[in-house]
């Protein structure tokens, strides 16, 4: 029967994480930045609500 202190004396590795560096470009200027929630262009896209929706 195993029992979870047998396994004590081990050191386990947690996962890690390979990120690439990216370039920072096609950027928002700072004060539109925040009011949209990110830095890159390419990254936001708004939430649309159609106001003629089929539920309503």
Known sequence: MSNYNDYS?????????????????????VKDALSKGTIF???????????NSRWE
């Not at 386990?12 to 390979?18: D, L």
Request: charged fraction near 30%.
């Open 9 to 29: 004396h081990r050191k386990m590795e947690y996962a890690c994480a390979f990120v690439l560096p990216q370039a920072y470009e096609n950027l928002f200027l």
């Open 41 to 51: 262009k390419d990254l936001y896209k708004p939430y649309n609500e159609k106001k």
